[in-house]
Structure formats: structure tokens, C-alpha cells
T-cell receptor
Framework: SAVISQKPSRDICQRGTSLTIQCQVDSQVTMMFWYRQQPGQSLTLIATANQGSEATYESGFVIDKFPISRPNLTFSTLTVSNMSPEDSSIYLC????????????FGDGTRLSIL | RKEVEQDPGPFNVPEGATVAFNCTYSNSASQSFFWYRQDCRKEPKLLMSVYSSGNEDGRFTAQLNRASQYISLLIRDSKLSDSATYLCVVNRDNYQLIWGAGTKLIIKP
């Protein structure tokens, strides 16, 4: 299976600033996803990163707050904009090898703390 | 009702024992089912897919009951290293996965 890497692994940011998280896969993959995981909670899908078009956002998440890029089939970024303490969380990117009934594989995650 | 429901635990189990988790799902059209394992402060990792006929991987056995809309995970001869949170995952449509909140397992020596 492809290998996925995510960076930064952690960061501490000031309120009102923005942070861009990068996710790189070592081979072309069809689908890439961005999740958020609050402490003690399960994963919540933020959006599906579509190559060559705008990301598809889930209810409660908007492009202005979480702009996503996917310029090619191996790379995606998620920006957390105008951060507040409520954005403190783990952000995870994942990919699946194809459509349909495929499992997803995850990067190591980015642990984000907002002061 | 949540789309995927799990008993959060924690399950405290002595080493060597057998433990089983259930997970229920609400979407009768779901076709893909998975168990993931997540260690503390780590990313989720695929443990096994769950097939209609049931499947086994070493000490781990997964079962699917479509009529009752639940999947199960059985761990035999549990090891200390099995301590983790086990996430039940079900597909919503062609590519979206819905994640359960996880069941925490603690194996005690």
C-alpha cells in the first residue's frame, strides 16, 4: 500500500493566525480526505479533497475556514484559518486506493494547539 | 440515533482472555465494514476488513450480521499490546466512511 506522510506533526499557534498542513502520498491515489479528531472523540470528516476541483465539505465545515488544495493525485493541503482555541485538535489526512469499498489509510496526524 | 454506535468501554480484560466488541450501524445500504485500531495519540490503522462470510486473521475474528445490522470483533488470547481503542467503520456511500466513537480496551497482566 502507498505511504502517506503529513506535516507538521504538531504546532502551537496564536489565536487569529492560520496554519497549513501538508499531506503527501508516495503514489497516485484517487481519494484524499481531511478529518478532525477532538480529544476523546472519534473522527469527523471535514472534507474530501478532489483533484482539480473544489473540495467537498461536510456539514459544519466551510471553505473560508478550512481551505483545501489538491493540485495533483499525490498531494493535498488543509489550512486552518483565523484559528481560535476551539480549533485545537488533531487533524488527519487519509487516502483510499479507489472508489467503492476501500479502506482508508492515514497520515500520522497534526496535533494543533491554539493559545 | 448515531449512524455507527459502539460501547465506549473501557473493557478491562486480563491477559490471555477472549474479548468481543459489537458495533451497530443504521444504514442498511452499507456495503463496506472495517475495524481500525487506534493507539493513544496515534493515527487509526486498519486492523481488518469485515466480509459477509466472516473472516479471521490470527487471533482476530470479524463477523457481519446484515439482518441485525451489526458487526463484531473477537480477540482471542489477548496480549498486553492489544490495549488500544478499536474503531468500527462503515461506509455511507461510494467513498465516505462513518466512524464509530471507539471502544477502549485495556489488557491487564
Amino acid at each position: 500500500s502507498a505511504v502517506i506522510s503529513q506535516k507538521p506533526s504538531r504546532d502551537i499557534c496564536q489565536r487569529g493566525t492560520s496554519l497549513t498542513i501538508q499531506c503527501q502520498v508516495d503514489s497516485q491515489v484517487t481519494m484524499m480526505f481531511w478529518y478532525r479528531q477532538q480529544p476523546g472523540q472519534s473522527l469527523t470528516l471535514i472534507a474530501t479533497a478532489n483533484q482539480g476541483s473544489e473540495a467537498t465539505y461536510e456539514s459544519g465545515f466551510v471553505i473560508d475556514k478550512f481551505p483545501i488544495s489538491r493540485p495533483n493525485l499525490t498531494f493535498s493541503t488543509l489550512t486552518v484559518s483565523n484559528m481560535s482555541p476551539e480549533d485545537s485538535s488533531i487533524y488527519l489526512c487519509s487516502f483510499s486506493d479507489g472508489h467503492g469499498n476501500q479502506p482508508q489509510h492515514f497520515g500520522d496526524g497534526t496535533r494543533l494547539s491554539i493559545l | 440515533r448515531k449512524e455507527v454506535e459502539q460501547d465506549p468501554g473501557p473493557f478491562n480484560v486480563p491477559e490471555g482472555a477472549t474479548v468481543a466488541f459489537n458495533c451497530t450501524y443504521s444504514n442498511s445500504a452499507s456495503q463496506s465494514f472495517f475495524w481500525y485500531r487506534q493507539d493513544c495519540r496515534k493515527e487509526p490503522k486498519l486492523l481488518m476488513s469485515v466480509y459477509s462470510s466472516g473472516n479471521e486473521d490470527g487471533r482476530f475474528t470479524a463477523q457481519l450480521n446484515r439482518a441485525s445490522q451489526y458487526i463484531s470483533l473477537l480477540i482471542r488470547d489477548s496480549k498486553l499490546s492489544d490495549s488500544a481503542t478499536y474503531l468500527c467503520v462503515v461506509n455511507r456511500d461510494n467513498y465516505q466512511l462513518i466512524w464509530g466513537a471507539g471502544t477502549k480496551l485495556i489488557i491487564k497482566p
